[in-house]
């Protein structure tokens, strides 16, 4: 099995890194860490060159999938309030598409797409993308 090539992030891409993947906000790292919110994108954008993201959210599982976080650490367990059309959306949701990949994906409109993420986050616990999708990393819902 190969190994994952070693990604040299500075320590506080590491930390600005690790508080995106617990869902944080720029503004909220940024009040962290004390330094500024152009800063803060600053780092992300470095961040995300040198790992090959395009979005917080493929950040955020990397973030996850390198050890920077615990997978699992509060995840709520209401996997089982999920129908198997939100589980579908999850899922994709959690590959990175965004709303109108999924929805054409699906088939489905892009209206429906947002109601199945209001219902998903609502069920699990979630207030955004990012949280949705570590969400279902951890409970194996992402391929």
Request: a positive charge; aromatic letters at 4%.
């Amino acid at each position: 099995m190969e190994e994952a090539p070693v990604i040299r992030l500075t320590c506080r891409e590491l930390d600005v890194l690790g508080l995106l993947a617990q869902g944080l906000s720029n503004r909220l790292i940024s009040r962290r860490l004390d330094i500024s919110e152009k800063t803060v994108k600053n780092h992300l954008s470095s961040i995300y060159l040198k790992i090959g993201a395009t979005h917080r959210t493929q950040a955020a599982l990397y973030a996850q999938y390198v050890g920077l976080i615990d997978s699992g650490k509060a995840a709520p367990s209401a996997d089982s309030a999920l129908t198997a059309r939100e589980r579908g959306v999850l899922g994709l949701l959690a590959q990175g598409l965004s709303n109108r990949l999924i929805s054409r994906r699906l088939d489905i409109s892009e209206k429906t797409v947002k109601n199945h993420l209001s219902s998903i986050y609502l069920k699990i616990g979630a207030t955004h993308r990012t949280q949705a999708a570590l969400y279902a990393q951890y409970v194996g819902i992402a391929t």
